[in-house]
């Protein structure tokens, strides 16, 4: 009977830590015959299990069809930015207005797209990815119906720009951590494949948005666009996720706190504020911020460019289609060849960021079309192969716990770019009358971001740095009686010997 009392306090020292100090003071049980117990049945203690609120990795099964939602997302997202240069012209004829202020509908939103990602980052770790996703879906179609009606460019800012652009902040951030959550070994294929929806719907929207603005005129090839926005809601319906939010977690297992020190642990914690003082999450967000300054502009004025050196409306628009085809190609091999483990992931992002530069700055050359086509078959390549190593980076500098929050911080900060890309492209096309200077801008942001990727933290190791520990240091909700048993147990450790339950000491008192 003693014996039997004794395993289930040892079994509640193991799993409480409380009862520890009430056993060691009465003096029945002696402190080496403790680690015995605990040896024999090995649990997680309550730390562990704070640290590690999601199930290990399928890296399989559910999963792909979590790709796949990613891959839909993606095409109706990005791909869909990348193909409205064909409204471009549509806009400037039909309001009269300069490319520079037609330039700011795209740039509106995508600026939103990534300053709302931290809110739908913390919004995903209270809630869950599925509603986050549902509710984005709903809105990114509302914003085109909304559209269709415009009278003016600032009808257009506050639809196409704001209301869709928060649709797809509210989708593209939760969708990413999900698919990432999912694998592990074959994160960078996961990543790549998702990310082919992009290039696909580079290929098929452009001539499909020729066809119905010929057709329907843009009003209603905008209306056309806002349903096949709608199907956002089913692919964050098929997301499923691998446990509770990280903050109902934390919530469920700290102890009972301040309130107002509660609301604020739980901000912090959605939001993960604290990676604003992490050197290499800073760096990186730099670097991302020149990326996406350049990135997206070929996709609003290569269309316009290839029309302006004297190609008709269709064959502008296959020039997006063939670099869309190469995006395909580059997603799936920079995620195949990056998941062999040859190179660092760092260090193919840097060669494939350089080329993207390169051959961007090489478009205003190729005044020939076969010439146009073969530079924009490069820069399709590459700025696909690039596109999914961006992301897969992320979890290399901040470990995988601060994932999803740092995916919304970083498309925050990397908005700025975004925001001002494309009008500074526009402004230079006013100014000299044609979009040569506009390019070599482009290609020139992506050259100084790849520079400065190159400062990061362990850059120039051959081999990569251990990833970051989620649960290092002390979580900003743990009890103080907790932090008393850590210091109590760490000042009386022993050596754990594993010994047969026999030969536990006990005493038949109670």
Same mark, same amino acid.
């Given at each position: ?25 009465? $003096? ?84 939103? &797209? ?46 196409? $720009? ?89 919530? =469920? ?18 939001? =993960? ?140 900060? =990397? ?60 979580? &900003? ?34």
């Amino acid at each position: 009977m003693g014996g039997v009392c004794f395993i289930q306090k040892a079994e509640e020292i193991n799993r409480e830590g409380k009862s520890y100090l009430d056993s060691h003071s009465d $003096g029945t049980h002696s402190l080496q015959s403790i680690p015995c117990a605990i040896m024999e049945k090995p649990q997680k203690t309550q730390e562990e299990q704070q640290s590690s609120p999601q199930m290990a990795a399928p890296d399989g099964g559910w999963g792909w069809v979590v790709v796949g939602s990613l891959f839909v997302s993606s095409a109706l997202v990005f791909g869909l930015i990348r193909s409205l240069g064909v409204f471009f012209v549509e806009f400037v004829q039909y309001f009269g207005e300069s490319a520079q202020a037609v330039s700011w509908i795209t740039s509106i939103g995508l600026a939103m &797209q990534q300053l709302m990602s931290p809110v739908s980052a913390a919004a995903s770790n209270v809630y869950g990815a599925r509603p986050v996703v549902m509710m984005g879906g709903f809105l990114s179609g509302l914003g085109f119906i909304l559209a269709s009606q415009a009278t003016s460019l600032l009808h257009l800012y506050l639809t196409m $720009g704001l209301i869709s652009g928060l649709g797809w902040a509210l989708i593209f951030t939760p969708t990413v951590a999900s698919v990432m959550q999912y694998f592990t070994l074959r994160r960078s294929l996961a990543m790549g494949l998702g990310f082919t929806g992009v290039g696909l719907a580079s290929f098929a929207f452009s001539p499909l948005f020729q066809y119905l603005v010929e057709a329907y005129a843009w009003r209603g090839a905008l209306l056309v666009l806002g349903g096949l926005s709608f199907n956002m809601i089913a692919c964050g319906a098929l997301i499923r996720p691998l446990g509770k939010p990280k903050v109902v977690v934390k919530a =469920e297992n700290s102890t009972k706190l301040n309130k107002c020190s509660s609301l604020f642990s739980r901000i912090c914690e959605g939001f =993960e504020l604290a990676l604003l003082s992490h050197r290499g999450f800073l760096t990186y967000s730099v670097a991302i911020t020149l990326f996406n300054a350049g990135y997206f502009i070929p996709y609003v004025h290569l269309v316009a460019h290839s029309r302006h050196i004297g190609f008709n409306e269709y064959q502008a628009a296959f020039v997006i289609s063939v670099t869309g085809v190469a995006d395909i190609v580059g997603r799936v091999a920079s995620g195949w060849f990056s998941d062999l483990g040859r190179m660092r992931m760092q260090h193919m992002l840097v060669v494939w960021t350089g080329l993207l530069g390169l051959s961007l700055m090489l478009i205003p050359v190729a005044v020939v079309y076969s010439g146009l086509l073969v530079v924009s078959v490069v820069y399709g390549f590459c700025a696909g192969a690039m596109t999914p190593l961006a992301f897969a980076v992320v979890p290399e500098i901040v470990g995988m716990e601060r994932m999803l929050g740092a995916l919304g911080l970083l498309q925050l900060i =990397e908005s700025i770019g975004g925001l001002l890309g494309a009008p500074l492209s526009g402004w230079l096309k006013d100014y000299t009358g044609m979009y040569t200077l506009s390019f070599i801008a482009a290609g020139s942001f992506l050259v100084l971001g790849m520079l400065v990727t190159m400062t990061l933290p362990y850059f120039w190791s051959c081999t990569a740095p251990p990833p970051p520990s989620p649960s290092m240091k002390k979580s &900003q909700d743990e009890s103080i009686e907790d932090g008393l048993l850590k210091q109590t147990l760490s000042s009386n450790s022993v050596p754990e010997i594993l010994c047969p339950l026999d030969d536990i000491p006990y005493s038949d008192k109670e």
